[in-house]
């Protein structure tokens, strides 16, 4: 599965922004996690959505303030993320498990090695 991230930009402090992740193909069958990384940091998970949208979880660092969704009829995933920060700076990545299925839970939207296929990454700058 080939995933596309896009939707990234230059936000001021206290905006929103919505990224997307999509693909050519079905997406249903995949837990969809987002990761950032900020320059000299490592990538951190910040949120994973099950297959059917049931089941949602985020990291601490955005808990309240980012919200995942999906549309499996468009193959979209979705991040709307608001009250942004200048910390939230970052490239995010959306990723899916397309090798082993992995559920979405609060540890496994933090693990890097749960997810096979990576989108490109798109870049989001917040202006102070």
Not at 63 to 79: E, H, M, W
Not at 99 to 109: D, E, G, H, K, N
Request: net charge neutral; charged share 15%.
């Amino acid at each position: 599965v080939q995933l596309q991230a896009s939707g990234g930009g230059l936000v001021q402090t206290g905006g929103s922004l919505t990224l997307s992740c999509s693909a050519a193909e079905s997406l249903r069958y995949y837990t969809i996690a987002w990761f950032r990384q900020a320059p000299g940091k490592e990538r951190e998970g910040i949120s994973c959505i099950s297959g059917d949208g049931d089941a949602a979880y985020y990291s601490d660092s955005v808990k309240g303030r980012f919200t995942t969704s999906r549309d499996n009829a468009k193959n979209i995933v979705n991040l709307h993320m608001g009250n942004l920060r200048p910390d939230d700076t970052a490239v995010y990545y959306c990723a899916a498990d397309t090798q082993r299925p992995v559920w979405c839970t609060s540890i496994t939207l933090g693990l890097r090695g749960s997810y096979q296929s990576w989108g490109q990454g798109t870049l989001v700058t917040v202006s102070s």
